[in-house]
């Protein structure tokens, strides 16, 4: 893959066919700010094209955070069309993208993942923390309200009661509690956390790339209530009979052999 601007605050790189993307501004404990947004929408572009990337990984440098939030030295001086701003920016370039994006992508959390940075992690398709991680939307600590989709996914995924009391009591909540609570699918050690990340990218990469997507979309649609998921899964079923890939796994499994994929 080639990424064709510099990036300053994120760094990447390939493990056979996995994208690591790593938040790299430890000393503002990657907090998000507007370049950061840039470089990881580039930088997820530029993977969607690339047959060779089959998922990717996010994560934060160094121990202590994931993202601990928007950059709030960034915004303190916002206007409300600013603010407004701000948020639909974020939801275009990166949450809802990466929500819809046509590849898995999985939230590494590996310590702090506070307000945009637990909202980043719940715009992953599947979630792993390490036992250290931290994660809440602490935004009415502020005065505002989390605006990178955190009021609508934080309740996808733990029930609206618990987002309730988590975004009101700007509570923070341990990987053991996000883990019964459904927040996070594993919860590993600091060290093993991208190992568990590797092993769910090892089972997707044998897997039919078009299956994959259309199931991205069809479990998206579910929560789009312009959409009906059920008519949706229906068209997008029968797509699937006229794919390469059906017909390949058909047929390898058939013949008693592991299917080859040709992604089309
Ligand atoms: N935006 C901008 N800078 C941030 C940040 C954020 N969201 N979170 C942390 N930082 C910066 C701090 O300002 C500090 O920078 P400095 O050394 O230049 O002063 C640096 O990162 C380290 O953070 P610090 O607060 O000193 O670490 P800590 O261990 O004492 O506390 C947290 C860790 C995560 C509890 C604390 O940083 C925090 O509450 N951050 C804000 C979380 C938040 O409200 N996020 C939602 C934003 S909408």
């Avoid at 605050?9 to 700010?33: C, M, Y």
């Avoid at 590849?103 to 637990?118: C, S, T």
């Avoid at 029930?159 to 700007?170: D, L, N, Q, Y």
């Avoid at 594993?186 to 997507?213: D, G």
């Amino acid at each position: 893959m080639t990424v064709e601007m510099a990036l300053e605050n994120i760094t990447t790189e390939i493990k056979n066919d996995v994208l690591i993307i790593t938040i790299n501004r430890p000393d503002k404990l990657n907090a998000l700010n507007k370049q950061t947004i840039e470089e990881l929408h580039e930088t997820f572009v530029d993977a969607e094209n690339d047959k060779n990337i089959r998922a990717l990984i996010i994560t934060g440098s160094g121990q202590k955070a994931f993202v601990a939030g928007a950059d709030i030295a960034e915004f303190a001086n916002y206007s409300v069309e600013e603010g407004k701003q701000l948020s639909s920016i974020g939801h275009f370039k990166i949450f809802n993208f990466i929500e819809n994006y046509s590849k898995p992508v999985i939230g590494a959390v590996n310590g702090f993942a506070l307000g945009g940075g637990l909202e980043l992690a719940m715009a992953c398709h599947i979630r792993v923390a390490s036992s250290n991680a931290k994660m809440g939307l602490p935004e009415v600590s502020l005065g505002v309200i989390p605006g990178y989709g955190g009021t609508q996914r934080l309740a996808q995924l733990v029930g609206k009661g618990k987002a309730f009391e988590m975004i009101v009591t700007a509570d923070m909540v341990n990987a053991e509690d996000a883990y019964k609570w459904g927040l996070v699918n594993y919860v590993t050690t600091q060290e093993e956390l991208l190992n568990k990340c590797f092993e769910i990218t090892a089972k997707i990469s044998t897997k039919s790339p078009v299956a994959v997507r259309t199931a991205i979309r069809v479990i998206n649609a579910g929560f789009n209530n312009k959409q009906n998921g059920y008519e949706v899964e229906i068209e997008e079923f029968g797509k699937s009979f006229a794919s390469g890939d059906f017909k390949e796994g058909v047929t390898a499994f058939l013949e008693k052999r592991k299917a080859q994929f040709p992604g089309n």
